[in-house]
């Protein structure tokens, strides 16, 4: 199969060429070997093959949704019995996993043919992707530019063409920022939707689910569909949907919806034109489709979700960092800002911590007052164009403090010196939308529907009650076919020649 074929179709159109015989499976696993092959030296997004496994997989017999199709795994928290899941971290780029994870078992029972996985920042804690272990991933549309994080490397493969679909995860917005840095549909399920057994009962106390990124509205649905569903160590139970509920919705319209607008942010007073233009499109777009759009004051107060989700953040780095360090002791096995956010976090007292989630339920309970009035929420998803790679890196100065403060056990110092403020804007500055919906458990999503003058993506976000995983898709679906994204693609020249 040739690549301007295998581009053109998606992962539930691999399949039914597969379901019919016109298309092996190996066939497909070739064309995206070999793009990789072309591509992957210049983005970075597939950090370990697997390819012993996928030849023995095309000796099974593939059935299910997505037989035969090609798929990337996302190299945290999506393992697979006998290959490493690194984290992007050094101390754990030998770990071997011991069992699959649920979501990966559901996706070998739905026939895809996993060869690989993809590029991640340390233990996921960043909206880029410039791990130490692995070098930066790079953003097909301008690889000087991030793929955004943490899912950057599944969203690089995906917009490159490697894959139509891949495996992604999302505890404060890491499907749906890398899918507005590379032009790509992003869906956040809700909390509980899809299991994160059977290692852990749920991921981040709630804040992150599993997914992926995908190039079509009905590939993400019909995903939803087959990862959707308590495993025995849930700690909830969803609601059952009917099989094919989700890509069913993805099929019906979305009726006339209410939409609430906004584009500034506490963190961000400023976004770019860029952002304020992508919201103004799609603000006209859903006028003429018949919706009702209209400006809103803050759901929250934003400044101080930002802090409670960083409190939490930096909690759970120190206790990664402590359950890495019985693999590999010492600190050389991690980067300087891990070990400083680690020690930030070593440094919160119990109660602080306890406070800043149980104010988490506020946030929900606004976030349900404003859906009394409005079916949707529309934002940015990025407050600006993707960063360039390397932008926010930690200056060599503030690295040596804060590993002199980390050897000094002075968490307590950094965050008396204002760090943590300092911490929240330049992390979240230009990502300052996508929190809300993790600490609440709401589904979200990110459509591509606005290119700055420069050829880069620039999402807009979609945040819905509980249980809205269907409006949302309807939605999507009818954003798709007014101005279609699918065949959009990256220039070639950007993949061979781009600068770095």
Same mark, same amino acid.
């Given at each position: 199969?040739?690549?301007?074929?295998?581009?053109?179709?998606?992962?539930?159109?691999?399949?039914?060429?597969?379901?019919?015989?016109?298309?092996?499976?190996?066939?497909?696993?070739?064309?995206?070997? $070999?793009?990789?092959?072309?591509?992957?030296?210049?983005?970075?997004?597939?950090?370990?093959?697997?390819?012993?496994?996928?030849?023995?997989?095309?000796?099974?017999?593939?059935?299910?949704?997505?037989?035969?199709?090609?798929?990337?795994?996302?190299?945290?928290?999506?393992?697979?019995?006998?290959?490493?899941?690194?984290?992007?971290?050094?101390?754990?780029?030998?770990?071997?996993?011991?069992?699959?994870?649920?979501?990966?078992?559901?996706?070998?029972?739905?026939?895809?043919?996993?060869?690989?996985?993809?590029?991640?920042?340390?233990?996921?804690?960043?909206?880029?992707? $410039?791990?130490?272990?692995?070098?930066?991933?790079?953003?097909?549309?301008?690889?000087?530019?991030?793929?955004?994080?943490?899912?950057?490397?599944?969203?690089?493969?995906?917009?490159?063409?490697?894959?139509?679909?891949?495996?992604?995860?999302?505890?404060?917005?890491?499907?749906?920022?890398?899918?507005?840095?590379?032009?790509?549909?992003?869906?956040?399920?809700?909390?509980?939707?899809?299991?994160?057994?059977?290692?852990?009962?749920?991921?981040?106390?709630?804040?992150?689910?599993?997914?992926?990124?995908?190039?079509?509205?009905?590939?993400?649905?019909?995903?939803?569909?087959?990862?959707?569903?308590?495993?025995?160590?849930?700690?909830?139970?969803?609601? $059952?949907?009917?099989?094919?509920?989700?890509?069913?919705?993805?099929?019906?319209?979305?009726?006339?919806?209410?939409?609430?607008?906004?584009?500034?942010?506490?963190?961000?007073?400023?976004?770019?034109?860029?952002?304020?233009?992508?919201?103004?499109?799609?603000?006209?777009?859903?006028?003429?489709?018949?919706?009702?759009?209209?400006?809103?004051?803050?759901?929250?107060?934003?400044?101080?979700?930002?802090?409670?989700?960083?409190?939490?953040?930096?909690?759970?780095?120190?206790?990664?960092?402590?359950?890495?360090?019985?693999?590999?002791?010492?600190?050389?096995?991690?980067?300087?800002? =891990?070990?400083?956010?680690?020690?930030?976090?070593?440094?919160?007292?119990?109660?602080?911590?306890?406070?800043?989630?149980?104010?988490?339920?506020?946030? =929900?309970?606004?976030?349900?007052?404003?859906?009394?009035?409005?079916?949707?929420?529309?934002?940015?998803?990025?407050?600006?164009?993707?960063?360039?790679?390397?932008?926010?890196?930690?200056?060599?100065?503030?690295?040596?403090?804060?590993?002199?403060?980390?050897?000094?056990?002075?968490?307590?110092?950094?965050?008396?010196?204002?760090?943590?403020?300092?911490?929240?804007?330049?992390?979240?500055?230009?990502?300052?939308?996508?929190?809300?919906?993790?600490?609440?458990?709401?589904?979200?999503?990110?459509?591509?529907?606005?290119?700055?003058?420069?050829?880069?993506?620039?999402?807009?976000?979609?945040?819905?009650?509980?249980?809205?995983?269907?409006?949302?898709?309807?939605?999507?679906?009818?954003?798709?076919?007014?101005?279609?994204?699918?065949?959009?693609?990256?220039?070639?020249?950007?993949? =061979?020649?781009?600068?770095?």
């Amino acid at each position: 199969m040739d690549f301007a074929r295998y581009r053109s179709l998606d992962g539930l159109a691999m399949a039914e060429l597969v379901a019919s015989g016109e298309v092996k499976p190996a066939e497909l696993l070739t064309a995206a070997r $070999e793009r990789a092959a072309a591509v992957n030296p210049k983005i970075n997004a597939i950090v370990r093959p697997m390819d012993a496994i996928a030849d023995q997989r095309l000796n099974e017999e593939l059935t299910g949704p997505f037989a035969g199709v090609p798929f990337l795994l996302k190299d945290l928290g999506q393992d697979y019995a006998g290959v490493p899941t690194s984290a992007g971290c050094r101390a754990l780029a030998d770990r071997m996993a011991t069992e699959h994870s649920t979501v990966v078992q559901r996706w070998l029972d739905a026939g895809l043919v996993i060869f690989g996985k993809t590029n991640t920042p340390e233990f996921g804690s960043k909206a880029i992707t $410039e791990p130490a272990l692995w070098g930066p991933a790079r953003n097909p549309w301008n690889p000087a530019h991030t793929p955004g994080g943490s899912s950057g490397g599944s969203a690089a493969a995906v917009a490159a063409g490697i894959v139509p679909v891949a495996g992604a995860n999302d505890g404060g917005g890491s499907i749906r920022i890398p899918a507005a840095c590379c032009g790509l549909f992003g869906l956040k399920a809700g909390r509980g939707v899809i299991p994160h057994g059977p290692a852990d009962a749920e991921g981040g106390t709630g804040l992150s689910t599993h997914g992926v990124v995908s190039r079509s509205v009905r590939d993400t649905a019909a995903m939803l569909d087959l990862l959707a569903g308590a495993d025995p160590y849930s700690p909830y139970l969803p609601a $059952e949907q009917p099989p094919g509920h989700y890509l069913a919705e993805a099929g019906r319209a979305p009726g006339r919806l209410r939409i609430g607008v906004r584009v500034t942010s506490a963190l961000n007073p400023s976004p770019s034109p860029d952002a304020v233009a992508a919201v103004e499109g799609a603000s006209a777009l859903l006028a003429e489709l018949g919706h009702d759009v209209e400006r809103v004051e803050p759901v929250v107060d934003e400044r101080a979700l930002a802090t409670d989700f960083l409190t939490y953040w930096f909690v759970k780095s120190a206790r990664l960092v402590a359950e890495a360090r019985e693999v590999r002791p010492g600190d050389d096995g991690f980067e300087t800002d =891990t070990l400083i956010t680690a020690e930030m976090g070593r440094a919160t007292n119990a109660v602080a911590v306890q406070r800043a989630v149980e104010r988490w339920h506020g946030y =929900t309970r606004a976030l349900v007052d404003f859906h009394r009035s409005y079916d949707l929420l529309l934002t940015p998803t990025l407050a600006r164009e993707p960063l360039r790679v390397g932008e926010i890196a930690t200056a060599a100065r503030e690295r040596a403090a804060g590993t002199l403060m980390v050897r000094l056990r002075g968490g307590a110092l950094l965050r008396r010196l204002g760090l943590v403020e300092k911490a929240v804007l330049a992390n979240l500055g230009w990502v300052p939308y996508t929190q809300l919906s993790n600490m609440t458990g709401r589904p979200s999503m990110s459509v591509p529907l606005h290119w700055t003058a420069g050829g880069l993506p620039l999402g807009v976000q979609f945040v819905a009650a509980l249980g809205g995983e269907g409006t949302l898709l309807r939605l999507a679906a009818q954003l798709e076919s007014a101005r279609p994204w699918f065949d959009r693609h990256p220039p070639e020249e950007a993949l =061979t020649t781009g600068s770095r």
